[in-house]
């Protein structure tokens, strides 16, 4: 019942930026937590950035002052904002999201989004 669709991947020159956007739609009751992961070539899945309803934030060290995540809780929508792109930025990021859906109580459930490609020329 619900979904998240994620836009804004691409092809970026090194130093460059980036803009992606995800958007959870459907039957949804609250969005809690918004979160954007990635996975490299040969490496496992890490937490890139995280916000809270209220904006609070957290970033891995990696992309500390380089990246910056926000959202619009009117707009269900999760934005990270990419500068000073990378070689080892180069990935697959999946939006996630904790959601309450509507009309099955007050149980939260974790959401993916199926991954857009980042690419940084080097």
């Known amino acids: 019942q619900v979904q998240l669709v994620e836009s804004g991947g691409g092809l970026v020159q090194l130093g460059g930026s980036l803009r992606l956007s995800c958007a959870a739609s459907?039957?949804?009751?609250?969005?809690?937590?918004m979160a954007w992961y990635r996975q490299a070539p040969g490496r496992e899945r890490e937490l890139v950035a995280r916000?809270?309803?209220?904006?609070?934030?957290n970033y891995a060290d990696s992309v500390q002052g380089r990246f910056t995540i926000s959202r619009d809780n009117a707009k269900n929508t999760v934005y990270l904002q990419m500068n000073s792109l990378e070689p080892k930025d180069a990935a697959v990021y999946y939006c996630?999201?904790?959601?309450?859906?509507?009309?099955?109580?007050?149980?939260?459930?974790?959401?993916w989004g199926q991954g857009t490609q980042v690419t940084v020329s080097s």
């Open positions: 459907g039957s949804i009751f609250r969005v809690n937590g």
């Open positions: 916000v809270t309803p209220g904006g609070g934030t």
């Open positions: 996630n999201a904790e959601v309450i859906p509507r009309g099955v109580g007050l149980t939260t459930y974790t959401y």
